[in-house]
């Protein structure tokens, strides 16, 4: 079952920006690359450092600390430091506000 929360109005979010967000007790990070919208987990795989700050190209974020890049579309990292992948989440605008599944 899906469990859309509502995050901050769309219009807020430039491209290739992120911002980072608290939903449903989970940290969050809502990301706007290339002008598609993504939701994942405000915390690195390798040493949970808070991906919220990191450069955005493409479909990827690079974490701030090492620099690992992280694939928006499905949390899968790259490079050595680390072969877990973070949680993504569904993310849709209603209404101008973005929302956010943390279901
Ligand atoms: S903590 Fe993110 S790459 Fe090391």
């Not at 899906?2 to 007790?25: H, I, M, Q």
Request: aromatic letters at 6%; hydrophobic letters at 40%; charged letters at 25%.
């Amino acid at each position: 079952m899906s469990a859309f929360v509502s995050a901050f109005p769309d219009k807020e979010l430039d491209n290739n920006t992120s911002r980072a967000v608290e939903l449903g007790g989970k940290r969050l990070l809502v990301c706007r690359a290339s002008g598609e919208l993504y939701a994942v987990d405000n915390r690195c795989s390798h040493q949970e450092a808070e991906l919220a700050g990191g450069r955005i190209r493409g479909c990827f974020i690079s974490c701030p600390l090492h620099g690992v890049r992280f694939n928006l579309k499905d949390g899968e990292p790259m490079g050595h430091l680390t072969r877990l992948a973070i949680a993504t989440y569904p993310v849709r605008v209603v209404g101008g506000m973005i929302e956010v599944d943390v279901s």
